[in-house]
Structures are given as C-alpha cells and as structure tokens.
C-alpha cells in the first residue's frame, strides 16, 4: 500500500468522529436567538400548545387568526374513569389570567396557579427554565 492510499484510509476513517463536532441538542434550536421567537418555536413545532390552544375549522385546520384564543377539547370524557378531564382549552394568547411566575412554575413543574396539576389533557411539562420563560414572552406578546 503506498503512503497516500494509508493516508486516505486514515481521513476516511476518522471522518465525523473529530471532537469539534457539536454534540447533539436535547431540544433542537430555534431560527433565532430572541426570546419570543423561541416561544413561538417551543409552542408551534416542540410543546405543540397551538393544537390544542386554537380552535379549527370545519375540515380540522388550526384558524389561523385565533391561535392560543382556546378550543373545545375533541375528546369529551376521560378516557380513565375517575380523572379530572378539561372540556376546553383556556385561551393563552396574552396569557393575562397568569402571572408570569406561576406560568413559568406551571411550565416547568406541572403546577397551576391554584396549587395543583392542571386538569387532563394538559401534560405536567418539565420544562428548563429558559423553555418556559420563553413561551411566556411569546404568548404575552401576542395581542
């Protein structure tokens, strides 16, 4: 084998394996770095709050101009007997019912402003701190 073909086996082999490559992100990055933009990230693509937080049309799409205003929840009982279950999603958008501590606490430790987990099937998020600030920023600046 002459010297050149061991020196290309060797950048072949070592491809992708350098240690200045980034290591993955538990939750990918948003386009931007401002605070509301990743709130509109968090709540659209991750969390997902704007399918059940907006109401839909008669074919099932998200009504653009009302998202976060609150939506009927499609499933009407509790699937487990016994469960608190919500019939509607609280409208969001302004998030003026919530001061920003307890939708932070809410957000990060599944707890409402009330002192217990919100009603079923709004999910106990375990979010990061910075998570949960902003979507907090994105829904309150949201007219």
Known sequence: MSLIGAAAIV???TRGASSADPAPSPSPAPPSGSAIERGRYLTHDVAM???CH??????GQIVR??????APIPVEAPPFPGTSW???APN???VDAYPEAALVQLLREG???N???PDLPMPPFRMSREDAEAIAAYLRSLD
């Not at 101009?65 to 609150?70: K, P």
């Open 115 to 117: 002192g217990a987990p």
């Open 92 to 94: 969001i958008r302004g």
């Open 65 to 70: 101009s009302r998202e976060f205003r609150g």
């Open 86 to 88: 919500a019939s509607r």
């Open 111 to 113: 707890i409402a402003k």
């Open 54 to 59: 907006s109401p839909r049309d008669d074919r």
């Open 49 to 51: 709050c704007v399918q």
């Open 11 to 13: 950048v072949v082999g």
